[in-house]
């Protein structure tokens, strides 16, 4: 059987990945820092743990206690940390931008002994041109040019990443809900597809990247055509 982890794996991107792997037959564990996300999830997937992907030493434990396994998904983030005009930010929340995913995506890497493919969660941020996202630019911007060296020094093992653009997710959750609904419709005028994303859009593309065994090094948009827009 299958074995995949997922760290972030509690909400969102992360936990519809876990449902759709689960669905297909994998041994799916995921991770998460909320105890009550993690109680909702336990009977869903084959496992769940409270781990802080930030903390080096918790992620190290937590590996040494899976051991090998087959497939790693990386779908956690800071949240909207780090958002707004460059003028306006503290290089603290900066910094913490980049320990909350790039650096705790980093040690996972070092940390696990995966076999078979990594796959990054990154965003489409990392490509675009949006006032008041340059910490989202640099911190995913860096995710994805670590992707080819990365294939290239951990082959066989591949490694790839999806970026997706606006996706319903609790991550929005610092928006109230009808505010949120209303930046939705306004985003969605500006897209080909003309509607935000759906989680399990994105779990679609990490699935694919999982179980395609012919490709490393790339990444794959999931943004209703928002970089090509």
Do not use: C
């Amino acid at each position: 059987m299958m074995r995949v982890v997922v760290l972030g794996g509690t909400s969102g991107i992360g936990l519809a990945t876990a449902e759709k792997l689960t669905a297909a037959g994998a041994e799916v564990i995921v991770t998460g820092r909320d105890a009550e996300k993690l109680a909702a999830v336990k009977d869903r997937v084959a496992g769940a743990e409270q781990v802080d992907g930030t903390d080096e030493q918790a992620v190290a434990a937590f590996f040494e206690r899976v051991g090998s396994f087959d497939h790693l998904v990386l779908a956690f983030s800071p949240g909207a940390l780090g958002l707004g005009p460059l003028g306006g930010l503290s290089v603290a929340d900066i910094r913490s931008a980049f320990d909350g995913k790039l650096f705790a995506y980093l040690t996972a890497v070092q940390k696990a002994q995966v076999t078979g493919s990594v796959t990054f969660v990154s965003a489409a941020t990392a490509r675009s041109a949006a006032p008041g996202t340059v910490t989202f630019a640099a911190v995913n911007g860096a995710i994805e040019r670590i992707v080819s060296p990365l294939a290239a020094e951990l082959a066989p093992v591949r490694v790839n990443a999806v970026a997706p653009g606006a996706v319903d997710t609790p991550w929005w959750s610092f928006v109230p809900e009808e505010a949120r609904a209303g930046q939705f419709t306004a985003m969605a005028q500006d897209l080909p597809i003309k509607r935000v994303g759906k989680p399990g859009e994105v779990a679609d593309a990490i699935a694919y990247l999982v179980g395609a065994e012919y490709v490393t090094g790339t990444i794959l948009p999931v943004d209703g055509g928002f970089t090509v827009a």
